[in-house]
Structure formats: structure tokens, C-alpha cells
């Protein structure tokens, strides 16, 4: 007997605002059988074949301390990291760490509108270029 992930939760302030934000940068959508709005206490979003889900939920009380997971985000093929760091940032990301390397190696860590860490590598192009 095995289990399978249904979705990945996330403790949200403001549970739409953040599915909104997460949308955009996964190029995620609601379900429009289930849809969701601002104020509702839970939004879940999915992946464009539904094979994927995050759900953020409303919780009193803000992030207090670091991830104990995070998503490690890999640019599709038409950009690579850098091209998606500059994008994630104008989404409302900010970052918090860089440990890109001279050698073009290496991620940067943003944080989400609400202050979850998550990382962004580089594109499969960028790391099996010669």
C-alpha cells in the first residue's frame, strides 16, 4: 500500500491574493466548476493538465520562521533563470538570497507575497548547454 499527493497546502493571510500571485507565476488556474474570490477561506489552483494542485488556506497568523519545504522552481525552455527572476520579481516577488555562481551554477531564493522561500534554477537549456 502506497499514498499519492493530492495537493500541496499552503497557510495563507489571504488565501486568494496568494493563489492569484501563484497562478500567475505557475501559469496555474481555478477550477471554474469550484471557483473562489477574494475573502474565501481556501483557494486551490491547478496545474494546466490538473496533475498538480496547491490550496492555501486562511490562517490567523503570519510566517514567523524559515520553510521547512519550499518549491524549487526550473524556467520553462523559452527563458531561462535569470529572464524568470526578473518576471517573478515584477509579480510581487522579492529576493533573499542569491548563490548564483560566476560559473552561470547556482539559484536564487525569493520569497512569495507572504514570505515563503522558494528557489529558482536554471532552465534544462542552461544547465546541459557546452
Known amino acids: 500500500m502506497t499514498a499519492s499527493i493530492s495537493h500541496t497546502t499552503f497557510d495563507s493571510l489571504d488565501p486568494y491574493a496568494q493563489s492569484v500571485f501563484w497562478a500567475q ?44 519545504l519550499h518549491l524549487d522552481l526550473q524556467p520553462e525552455e523559452s527563458g531561462g533563470r535569470d529572464q524568470e527572476l526578473a518576471r517573478l520579481l515584477t509579480l510581487g516577488a522579492t529576493q533573499v538570497d542569491d548563490q548564483r555562481r560566476p560559473d552561470g551554477t547556482g539559484w536564487v531564493v525569493l520569497a512569495d507575497p507572504e514570505g515563503n522561500e522558494f528557489c529558482i534554477l536554471r532552465s534544462h537549456a542552461e544547465r546541459y548547454a557546452v
Open 25 to 68: 507565476v505557475l501559469d496555474f488556474h481555478a477550477d471554474p466548476e469550484e471557483p473562489f474570490g477574494p475573502g474565501d477561506d481556501e483557494c486551490m489552483i491547478y496545474s494546466p493538465d490538473g496533475s498538480q494542485r496547491l490550496l492555501f488556506i486562511k490562517v490567523p497568523d503570519r510566517k514567523q520562521v524559515k520553510n521547512r
